[in-house]
């Protein structure tokens, strides 16, 4: 089976740091995404990984390290509209196409 | 209209009624996927259209019927649903299904209670 964790939920301040981790057991892997989810709201997408390393987007970095089936969402000066649901999904090939697998999604409340 | 559209936004049905989600992109995408967002539980990928033609259909009951009549619309046709099949359901595009970075846009959802 595929399993992707993430931690629940998460609090942090505004103007803080945060990382979000994300850990994967799954058959194969082809990359993986961050979204981001507000309540209500359609996911949108935030970074992409395939090689080990960091990628960054300004306030946005995402982290990858195959070996370890581990990548984590860092978030730096929070701003109170980041709070939001923040999903990991790995990419599989399926049967005749490729897809994503999400993990549950961490929620995150950034307090003033 | 851009992007990822989807009707209703809510709907409200009983366990013997016949509706229909539709999902409507306006990217110029070849692939088109349905995901369930239960509470608590992640995004489940349901199916994936990739030129009209269905490629991935995830063990689904045959309660829900995917339709796919051109690369621009999407519909879920659904009958005798449970209440446990009340969720979000999702639809998304990407350019397309069969390369490794598939980045997703996804429409606003429609939220389905099933009585």
């Known amino acids: 089976g595929q399993n992707i964790d993430q931690p629940t939920e998460m609090t942090a301040t505004e103007g803080a740091i945060v990382q979000i981790n994300c850990t994967y057991q799954?058959?194969?892997?082809?990359?993986l995404f961050w979204y981001q989810q507000h309540a209500g709201e359609a996911p949108t997408f935030l970074s992409y990984?395939?090689?080990?390393g960091l990628e960054e987007k300004g306030r946005f970095s995402s982290f990858l390290s195959r070996s370890k089936g581990y990548s984590y969402l860092l978030l730096k000066e929070l701003q109170m509209k980041d709070s939001a649901s923040y999903l990991c999904a790995v990419i599989l090939l399926g049967d005749s196409s490729y897809k994503l697998i999400f993990g549950s999604g961490t929620r995150l409340l950034v307090r003033p | 209209e851009t992007g990822v559209t989807q009707t209703p936004r809510h709907l409200v049905m009983g366990m013997t009624n016949k509706k229909s989600l539709k999902c409507e992109q306006h990217l110029g995408h070849n692939a088109m996927y349905w995901y369930k967002q239960s509470a608590k539980k992640p995004l489940e990928l349901m199916f994936v259209?990739?030129?009209?033609?269905?490629?991935e259909n995830n063990s689904v009951p045959s309660r829900f019927s995917p339709e796919c009549p051109n690369s621009s619309h999407l519909f879920l046709h659904l009958h005798t649903l449970q209440p446990e099949d009340s969720a979000l359901y999702l639809c998304a595009s990407s350019q397309d299904a069969s390369g490794t970075y598939n980045e997703q846009f996804f429409g606003p959802g429609t939220r389905l209670t099933v009585l």
């Open positions: 990984n395939v090689l080990d």
């Open positions: 259209y990739s030129l009209e033609e269905r490629v």
């Open positions: 799954t058959s194969g892997f082809n990359g």
